[in-house]
C-alpha cells in the first residue's frame, strides 16, 4: 500500500527536526557559555637547579660516581661537576696571589716563608668549612643572610655593604695587574721609553709619568670597552670558557718559569760574575716584627675567595656538607702544592736581589733569546687571559648588589 498525499504532508520532515534541535542545543549553550573565554591559568614548571636537581640530574651524577678513577676525573667537564667547582675556585685565588708569593718568601726566608703558606691554607680551609657549614644549618643561599642569623643587626648591615667594597676590590686588583703585564711587556718588547721605567733590574715604570698616565688611561677604556659583552653574563658556567683560558695560560706560564728557573740561578749565583750574584736565606729571617703581620695577611689573601663561597656554591650539584668540604680540601690543596712549589724555587733561583714583588715581571733571561720569546709569548697569553677574567668577579658583585637593592627596597631604608 502507499501513503496518500495528505497523510505525507503532515509528517514533519528528517531535516526539520535536525534544524530545530540544533537549534535548541545552540540557545542552551548560549545561555551556559560566557561571551568571552576566561584566561587559562599559566601552570609554572618547576625550576630545577644544581641545588634542587631533577632525577636527571641526579642520575647523571650517580652515572658519574659510577666510573673509573681516570674517566670520573680525566673526563670531559659538565656543569655542576666538583672538578669544574674546583676549577672557578683556584681561577678566583690563583693568579695574582701565587706570583706574590717568591716575594713574600724572600722576606722571611725560605723555612718560615713556607711555614707560613701552609699556615695561612690551613686558617682558610677552616674558614671555608666553617661558612659551608653554618650555611647548611640556616638553610640560606646569602652570606648577608647567614651572617643575621650569627650577628648583631648593626654588624650585618655593615657587612652586607663592606661585602660588595670586598669583591669589587678583587677586580680592581686584577685590573692593576692587567696594566702591569701591559706595561711590563711594552719594557721587555722595546716599546717603553728609557725616562718612563723607575728601576731597570725590576722593570718597575714611573706611574705619574705624564706620557705613562695618559697610556693608562687609554688602556683602561679601552680593556672595558672589549670586556661589556662578558660583563653581561649571568653565571660562573657562562664564563666557563674564560676560566679554561685562564687556567690553561697559567699552568703555562708557570712550567715556563719553573723550567727556566735553573738558568737564573746559574746566572745570579755564579762566583765569575759578582755584578750579578745574589743571596739566598734558606731558613728564616728577622720576623719578629710588624711587616712579618702584613706578609702573613698578605699569603691568607692569596687563599682569599670567602666572599664568592655562596657564587661557587651555587654551581655544584647536590651542594651538601660532604661535598663542600671535599671541594674546599681539593681546592686549597692544590693551591699549597702550587704555591710552595713557585714560591720556594722562584725564590731560590732569583734571590733578594731579583726576586720581583710579582714574579712574572721578573728581568729578562741572558743568553737564550729562544727561550725567552717563549716566556714573552706566555705573558702575552696570560695578559690575555688575565683580562678577559676580570667579568667573572662581576658575578657575585652583581648578585650582592641586587640582593642589597631588594633588602632596601624592602625596609624602605639604606641603613
Not at 614548571?45 to 670520573?72: H, I, V, W
Not at 722562584?346 to 714574579?359: E, M, N, Q, V
Request: aromatic fraction near 14%; charged fraction near 20%.
Amino acid at each position: 500500500t502507499t501513503m496518500s498525499e495528505p497523510e505525507a504532508d503532515t509528517r514533519p520532515s528528517l531535516n526539520k527536526i535536525l534544524t530545530e534541535s540544533e537549534s535548541l542545543v545552540s540557545e542552551n549553550q548560549d545561555k551556559i557559555a560566557p561571551l568571552i573565554d576566561p584566561p587559562k591559568k599559566r601552570i609554572r614548571k618547576k625550576k630545577f637547579t644544581y641545588s634542587n636537581p631533577n632525577q636527571e640530574m641526579l642520575n647523571r651524577l650517580d652515572t658519574q660516581r659510577s666510573k673509573g678513577f681516570f674517566q670520573r676525573n680525566f673526563g670531559s667537564l659538565k656543569g655542576g661537576s666538583m672538578r669544574a667547582v674546583v676549577m672557578y675556585w683556584i681561577r678566583m685565588t690563583m693568579g695574582i696571589g701565587v706570583m706574590a708569593l717568591p716575594f713574600y718568601i724572600s722576606k722571611m726566608g725560605v723555612l718560615t716563608g713556607s711555614l707560613l703558606v701552609l699556615f695561612a691554607g690551613i686558617l682558610s680551609y677552616f674558614s671555608f668549612k666553617y661558612i659551608f657549614t653554618a650555611q647548611i644549618v640556616t638553610g640560606k643561599k646569602d652570606l648577608v643572610q647567614i651572617a643575621r642569623k650569627f650577628l648583631p643587626g648593626w654588624m650585618v648591615t655593615i657587612y652586607s655593604y663592606t661585602l660588595i667594597v670586598d669583591i669589587f676590590s678583587a677586580m680592581v686588583i686584577y685590573t692593576v695587574v692587567s696594566w702591569n703585564l701591559f706595561a711590563y711587556l711594552m719594557a721587555i718588547l722595546g716599546i717603553a721609553k728609557d725616562e718612563w721605567i723607575k728601576d731597570k733590574d725590576t722593570l718597575e715604570f714611573y706611574l705619574y709619568n705624564k706620557e705613562v698616565v695618559i697610556i693608562r688611561v687609554i688602556f683602561l677604556h679601552v680593556l672595558f670597552v672589549i670586556l661589556i659583552p662578558l660583563l653581561l653574563k649571568r653565571s660562573l658556567e657562562a664564563l666557563k670558557i674564560v676560566s679554561q683560558i685562564f687556567m690553561v695560560s697559567l699552568i703555562f706560564i708557570v712550567l715556563v718559569l719553573l723550567a727556566q728557573t735553573p738558568l737564573f740561578f746559574n746566572q745570579h749565583h755564579d762566583p765569575e760574575h759578582p755584578e750579578d750574584q745574589t743571596s739566598v736565606s734558606y731558613l728564616y729571617k728577622n720576623i719578629f716584627r710588624l711587616k712579618t703581620f702584613s706578609y702573613l695577611f698578605s699569603i691568607i689573601l692569596a687563599f682569599y675567595v670567602q666572599s664568592m663561597l655562596m657564587s661557587l656554591r651555587k654551581e655544584l650539584l647536590v651542594p651538601n656538607i660532604t661535598r663542600l668540604k671535599k671541594v674546599a680540601a681539593l681546592s686549597v690543596g692544590t693551591e699549597l702544592f702550587f704555591f710552595l712549589l713557585l714560591g720556594i724555587i722562584c725564590y731560590i733561583a732569583f734571590g733578594d736581589k731579583y726576586t720581583t714583588s710579582l714574579i712574572i715581571l721578573r728581568t729578562p733571561l741572558k743568553g737564550y733569546v729562544w727561550f725567552e720569546w717563549v716566556f714573552r709569548v706566555g705573558v702575552m697569553l696570560f695578559f690575555i687571559a688575565n683580562g678577559i677574567g676580570i667579568p667573572i668577579y662581576n658575578v657575585p658583585i652583581r648578585d650582592l648588589i641586587i640582593r642589597k637593592m631588594n633588602d632596601v627596597l624592602s625596609d624602605g631604608r639604606f641603613l
